[in-house]
């Protein structure tokens, strides 16, 4: 009797996998930089802000550039100096012309994705449609879990008339009270006092706060791959393990560094053997992602 108690005690007792979750970025990360989407949608951004914005032409890079840094996205930074468009209108321009021929399939990834019983779990600022698409094309739809994308951070925004209070502070692009970004980053005060963005996207650590409880994440026991250094460095101050992708340079923030994704199981082994320590110990709970991929 003293024996069989005791079997079922080290049973229970065994040592814990120091991960049990995988969380993904999407864009030049599990795919690389050079399929050249990213240039591609960095140009499509710049038409939308000429055709649909009105903006000139001579101030789009530069706008681009401070947008970006200060709010995550393009997007986000537009909305809060005072455009106001229709969401799901600039994802479908700015994405929606993507050359997606240009994603293969990838069945190397996908067979080091699903030789890892971790739980996988995507987070992208992108949109639903896009992230469908592209892992479609890749052959990695069934890799995941779930999606975190820009639809399950903002709920029921498909238009920019919601009747946020942070937008009631700003009249609409037709009206033109915008907020001058180029003129403000010329002036020595730059940095100070920017408008906020009613968008919730990385790297913001609310968006990373909110993706984890969302997906019902420890970030202590996550390991986390994105191209971005701003997303990496805001994930690690939100307490997970951190791996940046694109590069071998290690960085402030970066526990690990992937030339290329594909060097997975080369450069961190720790998570096959991790895994075979709670072999036949599986996540069997429910996730509640509103933008699970289910095509």
């Given at each position: 009797m003293t024996m069989e108690y005791d079997d079922r005690y080290h049973q229970v007792q065994r040592p814990k996998p120091k991960y049990d979750c995988l969380l993904f970025d999407l864009d030049d990360t599990l795919y690389p930089l050079s399929t050249g989407l990213e240039k591609a949608c960095r140009k499509n951004i710049g038409d939308y802000m000429v055709e649909k914005l009105g903006i000139d032409e001579s101030k789009i890079p530069r706008m681009c550039d401070l947008l970006y840094k200060?709010?995550?996205t393009t997007m986000a930074g537009l909305r809060a100096i005072g455009y106001k468009f229709d969401y799901?209108?600039?994802h479908s321009f700015v994405h929606g012309r993507l050359p997606y021929e240009k994603l293969k399939q990838d069945p190397v990834l996908k067979k080091l994705l699903l030789s890892l019983p971790l739980r996988k779990v995507l987070f992208t600022n992108a949109d639903k449609i896009h992230v469908v698409k592209a892992l479609s094309r890749l052959g990695l739809e069934d890799c995941f879990e779930g999606i975190i994308c820009f639809e399950t951070l903002n709920p029921n925004q498909h238009s920019s008339d919601d009747?946020?209070?942070i937008e009631s502070e700003v009249e609409s692009s037709a009206g033109a009270r915008?907020?001058?970004?180029?003129l403000h980053f010329s002036q020595?005060?730059?940095g100070e006092d920017l408008p906020k963005t009613?968008?919730?996207c990385k790297p913001s650590e609310y968006a990373f706060e909110q993706a984890l409880r969302i997906a019902n994440i420890n970030?202590?026991?996550t390991m986390f791959f994105d191209d971005s250094v701003r997303n990496i460095q805001a994930g690690k101050h939100v307490g997970l393990h951190t791996v940046l992708v694109g590069t071998s340079q290690r960085i402030k923030g970066a526990d690990f560094a992937?030339?290329?994704i594909h060097n997975l199981r080369e450069a961190l082994p720790e998570l096959w053997e991790d895994a075979k320590k709670s072999e036949g110990i599986r996540y069997s709970g429910k996730v509640a992602i509103e933008a699970s991929v289910t095509a």
């Open positions: 200060n709010y995550g799901d209108d600039y009747g946020n209070d915008l907020f001058d970004i180029l020595l005060n730059a009613p968008v919730l970030p202590h026991r992937l030339e290329s």
